[in-house]
């Protein structure tokens, strides 16, 4: 049985799909693998321990099979293509990590929650998509697109033309009294997956689907304070935050106080589509009550609970005492 902390960590998709493999099922298995093999060091150390996964990779590649398949197989929504990322990237982690904990004789259980998560549908996301995803377009095929389907395509970076969907704040996870309930009842859970399957509510009250992809940084903060978790983790390629990232005077930051990571914020350090939500997610935690967030890659989670890597960023109170 584990202990009654709990610690909820965060990682994209990529760590299941890395950019220079063809991301083959075999190739995401071993991945997963891996992931779970260095997941353990949370669990040796007594946390229950939630994961939240992102799906960029993946529900590009489901949204590329619907494409290729239209002629056949009419296709499916956006929301409907996040939950299918959640079914099979849930099912390839929630093996791995049974397998994992058996090897090393925990009786743990582990359970994939598909996990509905609200937004706003009148979001200003909706009104402006921004995130790209799936597949590349040629500039005709993108043009059809945009009449047929009233997709909204932009050219992404001299590559080609794709889709850009919006990208609403996650308001409220659906399924969250469920998760909860899973674990206190000492379920290893997966959740939130890809930031969740965007749901609204009707005029009547009742959900909706809603084509977005909700970012797992937002919704993994979200869940952290909503299951009171005593550490949030987000997992990235890179080991520390940095000031002045890339540049001849960057600055890696080891421990920093909320405030002080909303003034680098404010100061622009982390940019919107990459750090900038994870810094932001932190954020948001340790303001509604969290003790430590911490932001580093899978070869230093070990170091970083040790407390000698990653960054960690605490409440003023906790850095005091
Ligand atoms: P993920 O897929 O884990 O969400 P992202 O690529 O979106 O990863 O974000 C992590 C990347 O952010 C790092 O690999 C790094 O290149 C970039 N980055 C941008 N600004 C910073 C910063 N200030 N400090 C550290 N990394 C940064
Ligand atoms: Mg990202």
């Not at 099922?25 to 229950?48: F, P, T």
């Not at 009148?122 to 389907?149: C, H, I, N, W």
């Not at 797992?216 to 390629?237: H, M």
């Amino acid at each position: 049985m584990q202990g009654n902390k709990i610690a909820l960590i965060a990682f994209g998709g990529n760590a299941l799909l890395k950019e220079t493999e063809r991301g083959t099922q075999g190739e995401q298995l071993k991945n997963a693998e891996k992931a779970c093999r260095v997941l353990m060091q949370i669990i040796k150390r007594g946390y229950k321990l939630v994961i939240v996964h992102g799906n960029g990779p993946q529900v590009g590649n489901i949204l590329i099979q619907m494409e290729e398949a239209v002629t056949k197989i009419p296709p499916f929504s956006l929301d409907t293509c996040v939950a299918m990322s959640q079914g099979s990237m849930g099912y390839m982690l929630e093996r791995a990590m049974r397998n994992q904990l058996r090897k090393e004789k925990q009786s743990y259980e582990v359970l994939t929650v598909i996990t509905e998560v609200s937004v706003d549908e009148k979001d200003e996301a909706f009104k402006k998509p921004t995130k790209p995803v799936g597949p590349f377009f040629t500039r005709y095929r993108s043009s059809m697109l945009q009449k047929e389907k009233k997709w909204v395509m932009v050219e992404d970076s001299g590559r080609g033309y794709r889709r850009v969907v919006p990208s609403p704040r996650p308001v409220e996870i659906v399924n969250l009294d469920a998760i909860i309930k899973l674990i206190d009842q000492d379920f290893l859970v997966i959740a939130c997956g890809g930031g969740g399957i965007p749901v609204f509510k009707n005029a009547q009250g009742l959900y909706e689907g809603i084509e977005a992809v909700i970012d797992k940084d937002y919704t993994s903060a979200l869940l952290a304070s909503a299951i009171n978790a005593e550490l949030f983790i987000i997992l990235t390629n890179v080991e520390r935050v940095a000031l002045n990232y890339g540049k001849p005077d960057q600055q890696w930051l080891n421990v920093v106080t909320v405030d002080e990571m909303k003034t680098y914020y404010k100061e622009k350090h982390f940019p919107a589509g990459s750090m900038g939500p994870k810094v932001e997610a932190a954020i948001a935690y340790i303001e509604r009550g969290g003790k430590e967030a911490i932001i580093t890659s899978a070869d230093k989670l070990k170091e970083a609970l040790d407390g000698t890597s990653g960054t960690r960023i605490l409440s003023l109170n906790a850095v005091v005492s």
